[in-house]
T-cell receptor, first 113, second 113 residues
Framework: LAKTTQPISMDSYEGQEVNITCSHNNIATNDYITWYQQFPSQGPRFIIQGYKTKVTNEVASLFIPADRKSSTLSLPRVSLSDTAVYYC??????????????FGKGTHLIIQP | EPEVTQTPSHQVTQMGQEVILRCVPISNHLYFYWYRQILGQKVEFLVSFYNNEISEKSEIFDDQFSVERPDGSNFTLKIRSTKLEDSAMYFCASISGGYTEAFFGQGTRLTVV
């Protein structure tokens, strides 16, 4: 299982773009990069998944360089409600398959007015 | 949007008692999971369930724990002889296939006193 490293916490302000970078130097060829979001006292929620280059959905963008040893989750124009913990996970599937998901400590993003 | 539902949202139990946490996964999903999150700590995988049997389990999931899918909709986690250290949020999750994203329930907060 590829180990991931991401900042423990980040601060930003409403309306700003926030970029959270995750490093995964030992990513395997079959691995995908998946990001989940967790609000206090709620279960994690899938945000986005990618394999290489760039993926965009209605919530976020995910940038993956050619060597795939890192990835950056980009949240455009954040609001107070984006305050949450963001987890970067690497594995063959975004749901974990039979082995389930291995969560790290994640990045606690705090958005201020 | 389909969702995973868990009951109860909060359960208080005395040490040594048995508790059953209940989950209704999304109806056409194939893999079901239980995770736990001790306050302030990581989300930890407990067990995965596929085709009416345990697929994988972590070292946390010892003989104190058991899972069951008693009918076509419910998925339960039983904790026998609860201990103080079992106090945590317990999340149920499900996925539709081996490589798809996980959908988590809102969790059951278990407090052992």
């Amino acid at each position: 299982l590829a180990k991931t490293t991401q900042p423990i916490s980040m601060d930003s302000y409403e309306g700003q773009e926030v970029n959270i970078t995750c490093s995964h130097n030992n990513i395997a060829t079959n691995d995908y990069i998946t990001w989940y979001q967790q609000f206090p006292s709620q279960g994690p929620r899938f945000i986005i998944q990618g394999y290489k280059t760039k993926v965009t959905n209605e919530v976020a963008s995910l940038f993956i360089p050619a060597d795939r040893k890192s990835s950056t989750l980009s949240l455009p124009r954040v609001s107070l409600s984006d305050t949450a913990v963001y987890y970067c996970l690497v594995g063959e599937g975004s749901g974990g398959g039979a082995d389930g998901l291995t969560f790290g400590k994640g990045t606690h993003l705090i958005i201020q007015p | 949007e389909p969702e995973v539902t868990q009951t109860p949202s909060h359960q208080v139990t005395q040490m040594g008692q048995e508790v059953i946490l209940r989950c209704v996964p999304i109806s056409n999903h194939l893999y079901f999971y239980w995770y736990r999150q001790i306050l302030g700590q990581k989300v930890e995988f407990l067990v995965s369930f596929y085709n009416n049997e345990i697929s994988e389990k972590s070292e946390i999931f010892d003989d104190q724990f058991s899972v069951e899918r008693p009918d076509g909709s419910n998925f339960t986690l039983k904790i026998r002889s609860t201990k103080l250290e079992d106090s945590a949020m317990y999340f149920c999750a499900s996925i539709s296939g081996g490589y798809t994203e996980a959908f988590f329930g809102q969790g059951t907060r278990l407090t052992v006193v």
